[in-house]
């Protein structure tokens, strides 16, 4: 079987699979309705909430263009999760930070996240996880 002619497909599915996954969890599909990329930058929002993150930010560490950003950005502020602000250096730029309630919603997601990324990572020894990282990495150098 050449897994080369398969990759990409192969590779889709399984973003696929997690993301039915994500969307069966109650913090995602609850009263919030959120989706898993909004998941993904309130996460990102979190673990960075020590320094100024704007737009360009997330555009360029989640490789998405402006208007996929732009357009979560929009939906994350109308359910009142972050807080787009001016910065002193520069009026053009919004600092993007996460609301209390983005702040309760995140610890939620964290157990949620943790035992589908257990379940998600079972008989896998340390040697694939190497290898699978070895090769991920690659794959991005490839495409930058």
Partial sequence: MDYKLKFC???KSAVN????EMAQQ????GEDNLSSMQVWVIEYLYENKERDVFQRDLEADFNVRRSTVSGILQNLEKKG?????SVNQDARLKKISLTKDAIIIHKDMLKKVANMEEKMTQNISEEEWIAFYQVLEKIKKNLK
């Fill in 17 to 20: 699979l997690i993301c039915r």
């Fill in 81 to 85: 999760l972050i807080i787009r602000e």
């Fill in 9 to 11: 497909v192969e590779l």
């Fill in 26 to 29: 109650p913090a995602y599909n």
